[in-house]
């Protein structure tokens, strides 16, 4: 595409002008927030982050807007999710396992070799 193609969508597409307007509210935010705390507190500072990220994802998206892509499907974990309880799973079992054995039995067998008359 054409720069001329570019401006033109940058005009005239609402949304695209909305998030370049929210990423520069989020911007100019965080530079104020910023510049009122010192570099420790700015960097552990949640709300801080939360308009940098904001501001990140809206030009994202005005990215997005501008090259005609649609916003990208989230990835499925459904694979890894099972995987990693499987394996948490199969870590109790064997922690488990591991503290029975530790413990010894459970009762103790009685003197005439667990017969009872």
Do not use: C, F, W
Not at 11 to 16: A, F, G, H, Q, T
Not at 34 to 52: C, N, P, T, Y
Not at 97 to 106: A, C, L, N
Request: proline share 5%; no cysteine.
């Amino acid at each position: 595409m054409s720069a001329a193609t570019y401006a033109n969508r940058l005009l005239d597409d609402d949304y695209v002008r909305e998030q370049i307007g929210e990423a520069l509210v989020r911007g100019r935010s965080a530079y104020r927030r910023a510049r009122a705390k010192r570099a420790a507190e700015a960097v552990q500072d949640k709300k801080l982050m939360d308009h940098v990220t904001g501001a990140s994802r809206a030009l994202q998206n005005a990215v997005r807007g501008l090259a005609g892509r649609p916003e990208p499907k989230p990835r499925r974990r459904r694979l890894r999710t099972a995987g990693l309880l499987g394996a948490a799973l199969a870590v109790g079992a064997a922690a488990a396992y591991v503290d029975r054995k530790q413990k010894g039995p459970s009762h103790p067998a009685s003197p005439d070799g667990g017969v009872r008359g």
